[in-house]
């Protein structure tokens, strides 16, 4: 069974950094896709980063690239998201999420149905 537990939210002035963390308990014979989506109040869950957690490529969206950067650390099963030059608009939930499928589908978590995290709350401060 995965399980997944983010951590490294919190409070931000606009302008500064946060790094959010991805522990994942998942079985070390697998190839996972780990993905980060997250959830503004009012809003639909949104696609952030997705990667292998084995590694390979990174794919962004378009509000992340440039600011983002998805990385992890093979020998901690770990994913983590470090947000840089945050602004108000990225204030959010952020999850992440865990599936077999490859990276173009976990993008789209309707068709990956992927495990997901509890969230971590990140609230960017004008």
């Known amino acids: 069974q995965v399980q997944l537990v983010e951590s490294g939210g919190g409070l931000v002035q606009a302008g500064g950094s946060v790094r959010l963390s991805c522990a994942a308990s998942?079985?070390?014979?697998?190839?996972?896709?780990i993905g980060w989506f997250r959830q503004a109040p009012g809003k639909e869950r949104e696609f952030v980063a997705a990667?292998?957690?084995?590694?390979?490529?990174?794919r962004y969206a378009a509000s992340a690239k440039g600011r983002f950067t998805l990385s992890r650390d093979k020998s901690k099963n770990t994913a983590y998201l470090q947000m840089n030059g945050l602004t108000p608009a990225a204030t959010a939930v952020y999850y992440c999420a865990a599936s077999l499928a490859p990276v173009p589908v976990i993008i789209s978590p309707g068709a990956s149905s992927p495990c997901w995290g509890q969230g971590t709350q990140v609230t960017v401060s004008t």
């Open positions: 998942v079985p070390t014979n697998d190839t996972y896709s």
């Open positions: 990667s292998t957690l084995s590694g390979g490529s990174t």
